[in-house]
């Protein structure tokens, strides 16, 4: 079986370990599944990753020793992401004091880029069905094919709209409801 196979099957016994292997960075997630079957294999004496999960599946004081085995290995790798966090945190704060105009309108720019984007497309893809209605179909497939990439680029400017909406609110001193929740008990509150 590959790491991944086995770091899975170890997570019965430790759960945390499917947080550190899934999600979109693949060689993140191969290298912790390495690190979990290296553990595995210390933990039982094991010669590769098969062998080791077999004997920790069979052996329940082998399960608790992987969970403790494991536990430093989780404290490395949460403190790994807060220091990756705490340096984009870092970035954000020096975007948003830099005194370079530019630096801190880049979400503006970027919306109104995609806007202006947009609508140049939409606007030739009218003009090439009204010119040509033959190749409709085919326009529209093509169009279609745009839609991953638009999808990021629009995704991208909700999450720049949303996160300045939320700075400009912490800026005027209006709390922000931590969540759905909150935010549908602030909004019954205020219907009152």
């Known amino acids: 079986m590959d790491p991944i196979s086995i770091a899975l099957g ?5 759960p945390t370990i499917i947080r550190w292997i899934s999600g979109d960075d693949q060689s993140k997630a191969a ?5 979990v079957v290296a553990v595995a294999r210390d ?6 990753g098969d062998a080791a999960l077999a004997a920790i599946q069979a052996n329940p ?10 536990l430093a ?15 984009i945190n870092a970035t954000m704060r020096a975007e948003a004091a830099s005194t370079d105009a530019y630096v801190r309108r880049w979400r503006p720019t970027f919306g109104y880029a995609v806007a202006l984007t947009w609508t140049a497309t939409m606007a030739a893809v009218s003009w ?5 209605p033959a190749q409709a179909p085919a326009i529209i497939a093509a ?35 931590d969540g759905p929740l909150d935010a549908l008990g602030a909004a019954l509150k205020a219907g009152r």
């Open 10 to 14: 170890l997570a019965q016994f430790v």
């Open 73 to 87: 290995h989780d404290a490395d790798l949460a403190r790994a992401e807060a220091d990756e966090l705490a340096a």
């Open 61 to 70: 004081d082998l399960a608790l020793k992987l969970q403790q085995a494991w």
């Open 43 to 48: 933990v039982t004496g094991a010669a590769n």
């Open 143 to 177: 169009l279609v094919n745009t839609s991953p990439i638009w999808g990021i680029a629009l995704a991208v400017l909700g999450v720049s709209v949303v996160k300045r909406s939320q700075d400009k609110a912490l800026s005027a001193g209006v709390r922000q409801p």
């Open 128 to 132: 090439a069905i009204v010119a040509e």
């Open 31 to 35: 290298s912790v599944a390495d690190r």
